[in-house]
C-alpha cells in the first residue's frame, strides 16, 4: 500500500513542528531517515547513536555491561536487557520487541529482560522522527530496527571471541548466548566478552538472517510481562509514589470550552487533608494529602460556571444537522467513473443512512501523572502514548529545557488511543499543579472526569447509494461522510488534511477495494466543539461498519450470496481474497447451522492488515447472543502468534461493547454518561468463543493491535439481519430497532 493511503502514519512526521531536536539516531534503509546511498536487503547501516549509551535509561548501565547501541545491554552474567521505547498496555510489545531483537543476537531468551526507554529522540520511531505509540506500529515499525540492534550487538561479541582465539571471525558461529568456534570446540558466553566487545567500533554494516534461520521469530512464545502483572510488580503511573507527594483532583467546566466565573473554596479547605485550592488553565484543582480529601474538596467547591460557546449542544439537534448535511455531496476524496450519469441509468437504485455516536476511551486506568517539579528540573511518570509530544509539553508548561526534564513511560492500564493526545491535556493539568503545589504531585482523573470531560471518536453520519445495471451487477457506489476532523487545529493537519479533506475521516471508505466501476466518496466536515481524538482504529471504526453493512444490503437486494458476493468484487485482489476465502472455509460458511442462528461476514483493511470475520448469532428476547467469531488476518510477518491471537481475541470483546452498548450523547452541553453503569462494557458472559487464523507471510510485518476491531460491528449486524430481517443502521444497537 502506498504510504498517501495510510494517512495516520503521515502525521507522525511532526518533530519539527513540536520544537525540533536532532535524531541521529538508527538510520534504516528504506525509511525516511536513509542516508543517500544506504544498503538495502538485509543490511543494516549505521547504527550510530545520538547519545552516550545508557545516558537517558532509568537504571544506566555499569561500567562492565556491554552496550552497543540504545536499545540492548548484556551484563557479565549474561543476562540481556532490552530497551523498549514503545508503551506496553496489553498489546505486547515488550515480548515481540525483544523477540525481535533476541533473534537476531542469539541470545539465551532465558537471560532476556526489559526496560522501557525514557522519552528520548534516540528511540523514536525510524520513519516518523517521534516516539509514540500508536496506528498498530509497534511491532511493524520497528520489526527492522530491533533485528539491526540485535544483529549489530552480535557482531561485536563474535568479533571479540576471533580476537581473543586469534582465528578469523567467519570461523565463528553463536547460539543461545554463546559464541562458537567449533573446530577448536573453544566457547565463550555473552557476559565473558562483554567487555572486550564493549572496546571495539560498531560495525556499519550488518547481515540480518534470513527467515528460514528464525529460531524465535514467528514461534508461540510466553509474554515477559506476565509474571510482573500476575505478581502485583508490575507499576503503572497510578502506583507511583514520591516523598511528600499530594493527591490533586480537577473540576472540569460542565461543557466544552465552558470556565469558571467565581470560586468559592471555603467548604473545601475546611475539609481535613486539604491543602490549597487553585485555578490553572482547565479549571480548578483541589490539592490534598489523598485522593478521598481531595475528592472531597472537589465535592464542596462552589463554582460558579459561565458554559461557554457549546452550552446549547445536544445529540438530537447535532444528529438532525448531520442528516441534513448528508443529503448533499461533500468534498471528493475519491471520483472513478461518472458515478452520476450510472445512477441515472441503474436499473436498480438502493440508498440508506448510517449513524454512530460519540465514544469514549475508558481506559480501565483512569488518567493520571506524577510530576515532581524542582526549580531546575522535573520528573514525570506517565502512561504515556506520545512521549516526544508529552515531554515537549512538560518542557513548555514547566519552562525548563529539555535535558532538564525527564518523562518516564510506566505500565498503562489501557489507552485505545487516549493517551496519545497532541494537546498532552492531562500531562500539561498536573504540572500546571505541581508548579502552585510545593511538593511532589499526583494528578488523578475520576472515570467520570474522563467520560465527561475528556476526548472522543467523532459522531458520524453516512448516505451511500448503489445501482446495479441491467445484469444485476453493482454498477454505482456513492457515499458522502458527516463528521468531525481529528487533525484540525494539531500540528498533524498539514500532513493530513489536502484540500479540506481529512484523511482519517474518509480512510477505508476512500480505498474501498471492490471492483466497481463508478464511486465516489465525499466529506462534510463539522466542527461541532467537543474534542475530538483518534479512537481505537480510528477511521475505520466507522467506515468498514458503513461499507460492511451496505454491501450486505445490496448483495440482499441482488439476491446474492454475501460471501459469494465479496468474492467476485475482490477477484483481483488476492490478499483480500485469501482472508476471505479463509475466514469463510474455517467458519463453515454455507453449511447448516442449529436452528435459530444465523452467520454475517465483514472483510476489511486497515493498517496495512486484512480482517475477515464470520460470526454466528442468535436472539434470545429481542437482543442477540454471539455464539462464535472466525477471524482471519494477513499482517505480514507473524513475530508471536500469541500476541496476534491475544489482540484479535481482545478486540472482540472491544468491538462488541461499541455495537451493542457504547454511546456518548449530550445535552444541554454536557455528556451524560459518566461510569460503566450507563457508559457499558460487553461482560465475559456475553464473550463469544473466538477462533483465529494467521495467514502465512513472508511480507514486512504490518498492524495488529487495531485492526481486530472494524469489522465486529458489520458481521455481527449482517448476521442480524439475516436472523431477523432487521437492518440496523444506528449504532449501538437498540430494542425497537430489532423488533
Known amino acids: 500500500m502506498e504510504m498517501h493511503a495510510l494517512p495516520r502514519r503521515d502525521f507522525l512526521r511532526v518533530s519539527a513542528a513540536i520544537g525540533g531536536g536532532m535524531l541521529i539516531a538508527f538510520r534504516f534503509p528504506g525509511s525516511s531517515l536513509a542516508q543517500p546511498g544506504a544498503a538495502s536487503g538485509n543490511d543494516a547501516s549505521d547504527a550510530s547513536i545520538a547519545l552516550k ?239 478521598w480529601a481531595a475528592k472531597r474538596g472537589r465535592d464542596a467547591l462552589k463554582i460558579d460556571w459561565d458554559m461557554g460557546p457549546n452550552g446549547e449542544l445536544s445529540t438530537t439537534k447535532l444528529r438532525a444537522d448531520y442528516h441534513a448535511k448528508a443529503a448533499s455531496p461533500g468534498k471528493v476524496a475519491r471520483e472513478e467513473g461518472d458515478p452520476d450519469a450510472s445512477a441515472k441509468s441503474a436499473k436498480q437504485t438502493l440508498t440508506a443512512e448510517y449513524e454512530l455516536p460519540y465514544l469514549a476511551h475508558a481506559p480501565m486506568e483512569p488518567l493520571n501523572c506524577v510530576v515532581d517539579l524542582k526549580s531546575d528540573a522535573c520528573e514525570v511518570w506517565a502512561g504515556s502514548q506520545f512521549q516526544t509530544f508529552d515531554h515537549a509539553a512538560i518542557c513548555k508548561t514547566a519552562g525548563l529545557l529539555p535535558k532538564q526534564v525527564q518523562l518516564h513511560t510506566t505500565y498503562l492500564g489501557g489507552g485505545f488511543g487516549r493517551r496519545a493526545c497532541p494537546k498532552s491535556d492531562y500531562i500539561v493539568e498536573a504540572v500546571e499543579i505541581a508548579k502552585q503545589a510545593g511538593a511532589p504531585l499526583k494528578l488523578i482523573w475520576t472515570r467520570e472526569d474522563d467520560t465527561r470531560g475528556g476526548f472522543y471518536r467523532p459522531m458520524w453520519t453516512s448516505r451511500l447509494s448503489a445501482g446495479l445495471d441491467a445484469n444485476n451487477a453493482l454498477s454505482t457506489w456513492t457515499h458522502t461522510i458527516v463528521g468531525e476532523s481529528i487533525m484540525a487545529g494539531t500540528p498533524m493537519a498539514a500532513f493530513t488534511i489536502k484540500d479540506g479533506i481529512d484523511s482519517t475521516s474518509v480512510e477505508g471508505a476512500k480505498e474501498l477495494p471492490y471492483a466497481i466501476p463508478n464511486l465516489r466518496v465525499d466529506l462534510h466536515t463539522t466542527d461541532n466543539g467537543v474534542p475530538v481524538l483518534w479512537w481505537r482504529s480510528v477511521g475505520h471504526s466507522h467506515t468498514a461498519f458503513v461499507t460492511e453493512s451496505f454491501l450486505d444490503e445490496v448483495a440482499h437486494a441482488m439476491n446474492a450470496d454475501p460471501y459469494e458476493l465479496r468474492r467476485k468484487l475482490l477477484a483481483k485482489e488476492p490478499r483480500y481474497l485469501a482472508v476471505l476465502e479463509r475466514a469463510a472455509k474455517e467458519a463453515g460458511w454455507g453449511t447448516p447451522l442449529p436452528a435459530g442462528r444465523a452467520r454475517g461476514i465483514a472483510i476489511h483493511e486497515s493498517f496495512e492488515s486484512v480482517v475477515c470475520d464470520v460470526m454466528e448469532v442468535s436472539m434470545k428476547d429481542g437482543w442477540p447472543r454471539v455464539h462464535k467469531v472466525t477471524r482471519a488476518i494477513d499482517c505480514g510477518t507473524t513475530v508471536n502468534p500469541d500476541t496476534i491471537h491475544a489482540q484479535l481475541e481482545g478486540a472482540v470483546g472491544f468491538g462488541l461493547t461499541a455495537a451493542l452498548y457504547s454511546a456518548i450523547t449530550l445535552e444541554n452541553g454536557r455528556v451524560e454518561q459518566g461510569n460503566f453503569h450507563d457508559y457499558k462494557m460487553v461482560r465475559m458472559n456475553e464473550m463469544p468463543a473466538v477462533d483465529v487464523h494467521i495467514i502465512s507471510s513472508t511480507a514486512e510485518s504490518t498492524g495488529v493491535g487495531e485492526p481486530g476491531v472494524p469489522t465486529i460491528a458489520p458481521a455481527l449486524c449482517n448476521a442480524i439481519f439475516t436472523l431477523t430481517g432487521k437492518r440496523v443502521r444506528r449504532l449501538p444497537l437498540r430494542r425497537e430497532d430489532l423488533t
Not at 71 to 85: K, S, Y
Open 53 to 291: 549509551p545508557g545516558q537517558a535509561w532509568d537504571t544506566p548501565p555499569r561500567s562492565d555491561e556491554f552496550v552497543p547501541n540504545a536499545f540492548v545491554r548484556i551484563a557479565p552474567d549474561g543476562r540481556v536487557t532490552v530497551m523498549i521505547n514503545k508503551a506496553e498496555m496489553g498489546q505486547g510489545p515488550t515480548t515481540s520487541l525483544s523477540m525481535l531483537l533476541a533473534e537476531e543476537l542469539d541470545a539465551d531468551w532465558t537471560k532476556v529482560g526489559y526496560e522501557f526507554a525514557p522519552a528520548d529522540l534516540v528511540y523514536a520511531h525510524p520513519g516518523y522522527g517521534i516516539q509514540f505509540t500508536g496506528g498498530s506500529t509497534s511491532t511493524a515499525g520497528m520489526s527492522k530496527p530491533m533485528r539491526q540492534a540485535g544483529a549489530t550487538a552480535r557482531a561485536m561479541l563474535v568479533a571479540a571471541a576471533a580476537a581473543r582465539w586469534s582465528v578469523d571471525a567467519s570461523a565463528c558461529r553463536t547460539q543461545a548466548g554463546f559464541v562458537l568456534h567449533d573446530p577448536s570446540s573453544r566457547k565463550l558466553g555473552y557476559g565473558e566478552l562483554a567487555s572486550d566487545a564493549a572496546k571495539l567500533d560498531v560495525p556499519k554494516k550488518v547481515p540480518l538472517k534470513d527467515p528460514s534461520a528464525f529460531l524465535l521469530i514467528g514461534k508461540s512464545t510466553k509474554r515477559l510481562d506476565t509474571p510482573d502483572k500476575v505478581f502485583g510488580r508490575a507499576a503503572f503511573s497510578i502506583d507511583v509514589t514520591r516523598p511528600g507527594m499530594l493527591t490533586a483532583l480537577v473540576a472540569h467546566p460542565p461543557a466544552f470550552g465552558g470556565k469558571a466565573k467565581s470560586v468559592d473554596s471555603s467548604a473545601a479547605l475546611a475539609i481535613q487533608g486539604v491543602k490549597k485550592v487553585v485555578e490553572v488553565s482547565s479549571g480548578v484543582a483541589v490539592i490534598a494529602d489523598g485522593f
